[in-house]
């Protein structure tokens, strides 16, 4: 009976490790194995591995990407959720950007690789899961010392406990099985457990809501975080310029404006193609003969026999024309044959629930900061529409690490989230360096925790994540401690059988198992 409660509790309990593991295994699975590409006039499938960085590779309705890539013909939805934890399928056009482990869900696109599989998205995805597994936190490097010591120190209490029966005096049958409840009830699973399971579901929860913490220790550091610091430009905002205003003075074929900013990849003029794209109910392509562009100024062409020019006041007033450029957003103008008939003014929007996600770091009684190497004004403006007080701009990066460094001096532990080159130095300092998805490769590079979905949202629930789990790893060596501390003198007293033992011991280390799933529970 002792051996088979024992088991039954064993059984259960790696039941619920594997149920906690799962979310790797379902990653995992989501790696396709072949793919088809274009070769000449055909197409033929190939093992992942033998695609190279740029090959087209054609996916259809229904499969799975396996390669990151760009769109080159076709658009069509993606689901993304399985990476991203974003439930909207994501419409993507020619040039947008494919990430391994998403699925097509109504079109036949091509796209051209822009990694080999080995540097995939979900590639990398699985091996820094199973990296963060891997690794131990601090907390549970002293479990283990604890557990280390355990059996020993029991094994010492029931020697001592049989002699102390045996000499009290009574039989040796009632001794022995006396110091054997203290070996059966005495529960080293329980203390071993209680750090490993509660990180491991903390792991699967962020990987599943497309939050990557490359190493379990990096949960413990930032559940006791007390500042983090953000940078403002595609992190707090979009990182693109959105038309927000628009004056006509005249009226104008849009058709060859649409034309001239499709032929720049400026962000400004990306911005002003997409909202002739949302707004316009169709628009006929111009023909633009001679367009050039004009670094730090515009775009100039002809089309119909006019001249047409689109840029900022100084192509403007090369032109001869005068604008009012006093603005605290960006101006995009657009003349033909030197008369202003549009102007469109564009600025970096916050990310959408940008003000409810700061709000929610606030409340976890974080200081959140802002800093930008933008002018101030734009910066306060920013601060000011998502509820973050402490503004700092016109830093340099070299700044942004001083400024993190003046804050471990004052003995916060920092929080940084980046997306850019300039965020390097910053991201290097802090104690917890976190990347968007969308940010440079080597921001990404140097972070511990990767956003997957870009989204502030996010940031705020890796925070959620991160302190529930070390919540529940002190609860679980707290029940470890507590139970150990007494069932064992009431086994060493006689008061409990080996059978009963049995059933206490398997049920303490199940109810550290089942503790460290309430993570899951907190966040459905």
Known sequence: MIITFVLFGKFLEVLSRKNAADTLDIIGKHIPREVSIVDGESIRSVDVNEVKEGDVIVIRSGERSAIDGEVISGEGSFDESNLTGESEPIFKRIGDKIISGTTSIDALIHYRATK????????????????????????????????????????????????????????????????????????????????????????????????????????????KATMVVLDKTGTITQGRPEVVYATIHEPFDTGALHTLVSSSKHPISRGVMEYLDRTEASIDAGSIEE??????????????????????ALLMEELGLSVDSVSDKSLFYYAVDNRLVATYELRDLPKERAYESIAALKNG???????????????VRVAHEVGID??????TPEGKAAFIEQAHSEGHIVVMAG?????????????????????SDIAIEVSDVVLMNDSLTSLSEAF????????????NLGISLVYNSITIPLAMMGYVIPLIAAISMSFSSLLVVGNSMRVRWMYK
């Open 116 to 223: 080999d599989f080995a540097h995939s998205t979900l590639s990398n995805l699985v091996n820094l899961l199973e990296n963060a597994m891997a690794q131990k936190p601090s907390i549970e490097q002293l479990a283990n010392r604890l557990s280390q010591h355990f059996s020993s120190t029991i094994l010492f209490l029931a020697i001592a406990t049989f002699w102390g029966w045996y000499f009290w005096p009574h039989s040796f049958d009632r001794s022995l099985m006396v110091g054997i409840s203290v070996i059966i009830i005495a529960c080293p699973c329980a203390l071993a457990l209680a750090t490993p399971v509660a990180t491991l579901v903390g792991l699967a929860l962020g990987a599943k809501r497309g939050i990557l913490f490359k190493s379990a220790a990096q949960i413990e550091t930032m559940a």
């Open 291 to 312: 367009a050039r562009e004009i670094p730090a100024r515009g775009m100039v062409g002809r089309s119909n026999g006019s001249m047409i020019a689109g840029g900022n």
């Open 365 to 379: 009684n974080l200081c959140v900061v802002m800093l930008t190497g933008d002018h101030e004004a734009a910066a």
């Open 390 to 395: 402490e503004v700092h701009a016109h830093l």
């Open 419 to 439: 997306d850019g080159v300039n965020d390097l130095l910053a991201l290097a300092v802090a104690d917890i360096a976190i990347a968007m998805g969308n940010g």
């Open 464 to 475: 959620g994540i991160s302190r529930k789990t070390y919540g529940l790893i002190k609860q």
